[in-house]
């Protein structure tokens, strides 16, 4: 992911420490932190590449998404759009649990939203998600994904 976007473009000197700190997690958790650390990695790197849609925004109309709003996210737009917005096209809808955790985890340091739980459902949403907004990004398929190497637990 990181080679194949040119490690997020001008911000790449953030990117960095947070691939090492979060390899160093990685290392130090057990089987059950080894999902978080990748949410919680590809949605902070999302961030500081500058691709990350907000949450609290439809990417299509623009109006406000509630915290009690039902959100999906638009893989041919590659955002995050509300019920109104999202008709029959190709999207993906956010768990209410995993739609808090990104927006809770998101204000802690690494190490603290390690501390935050979430269901496996919800991670394997986030993961869905998180998966396809990578790949828009890169316009190239993750060996990891086409060998199927992330969804094996």
Same mark, same amino acid.
């Given at each position: 992911?990181?080679?194949?976007?040119?490690?997020?473009?001008?911000?790449? #000197?953030? %990117?960095?420490?947070?691939?090492?700190?979060?390899?160093? &997690?990685?290392?130090?958790?057990?089987? +059950? =932190?080894?999902? !978080?650390?990748?949410?919680?990695?590809?949605?902070?790197?999302?961030?500081?590449?500058?691709?990350?849609?907000?949450?609290?925004?439809?990417?299509?109309?623009?109006?406000?998404?509630?915290?009690? #709003?039902? %959100?999906?996210?638009?893989?041919?737009?590659?955002?995050? &759009?509300?019920?109104?917005?999202?008709? +029959? =096209?190709?999207? !993906?809808?956010?768990?209410?649990?995993?739609?808090?955790?990104?927006?809770?985890?998101?204000?802690?340091?690494?190490?603290?939203?390690?501390?935050?739980?979430?269901?496996?459902?919800?991670?394997?949403?986030?993961?869905?998600?998180?998966?396809?907004?990578?790949?828009? &990004?890169?316009?190239?398929?993750?060996?990891?994904?086409?060998?199927?190497?992330?969804?094996?637990?």
């Amino acid at each position: 992911m990181i080679l194949k976007s040119y490690s997020g473009g001008g911000e790449s #000197e953030a %990117i960095y420490p947070l691939f090492a700190k979060s390899l160093t &997690i990685l290392n130090d958790t057990g089987k +059950s =932190g080894q999902n !978080l650390i990748l949410i919680q990695f590809i949605w902070r790197y999302l961030g500081i590449s500058g691709f990350r849609p907000d949450i609290k925004v439809c990417g299509s109309c623009g109006s406000s998404l509630s915290s009690k #709003e039902n %959100i999906w996210f638009d893989e041919r737009e590659n955002s995050i &759009i509300c019920s109104s917005c999202r008709g +029959s =096209g190709s999207t !993906l809808p956010f768990s209410s649990g995993g739609r808090k955790y990104l927006e809770h985890s998101s204000l802690l340091n690494l190490d603290k939203s390690m501390r935050i739980g979430l269901d496996s459902n919800s991670i394997d949403v986030l993961k869905r998600i998180l998966f396809a907004m990578i790949q828009n &990004i890169v316009e190239y398929p993750l060996n990891t994904l086409k060998k199927g190497l992330i969804y094996h637990n």
